[in-house]
């Protein structure tokens, strides 16, 4: 037993193909339409100012990022000085201290020679018997 269709096959295809019709006219007229037009133009110039803020960040990345350089640039020789100066002192420091130790080293030499001298005298005075 065979089923019932009503519309056959050649039909549902012309059908189909009007539909098809229908809605491609319907598409070209919208086409035609001067709102389309105009929202088409709106859309051109969405993207362009789009673009355009995209372009001025990037500038603005560019020239926060070479500040950002320059001030690197600064801190690195900032630090550099900041540690010329504190070998300077550092160098300054090590040579008070040697000519400290080396003012000390003579004062005990000459402490030392006093004390000898003064012995030697003693055993002059002690073996010449007065």
């Given amino acids: 037993m065979g089923s019932f269709r009503s519309p056959d096959l050649l039909e549902r295809r012309n059908s189909a193909a009007t539909v098809k019709k229908v809605m491609l006219e319907k598409f070209r007229a919208a086409r035609q339409d001067p709102a389309f037009e105009q929202q088409r133009l709106k859309r051109i110039a ?15 990345k560019k020239v926060r990022e070479a500040e950002l350089a ?3 640039t600064r801190a690195a020789e900032l630090a550099a000085q900041a540690h010329r100066e504190a ?15 080396a003012a000390l080293s003579a004062e005990q030499k000459a402490g030392r020679d006093a004390r000898y001298a003064a012995r030697k005298t003693a055993k002059k005075i002690r073996r010449r018997g007065y």
């Fill in 87 to 101: 070998e300077k002192a550092e160098a300054l420091a090590k040579a008070q201290a040697a000519e400290r130790a």
């Fill in 70 to 72: 320059a001030e690197a």
């Fill in 46 to 60: 969405v993207n362009e100012a789009r673009v355009l803020r995209a372009a001025e960040r990037e500038a603005a």
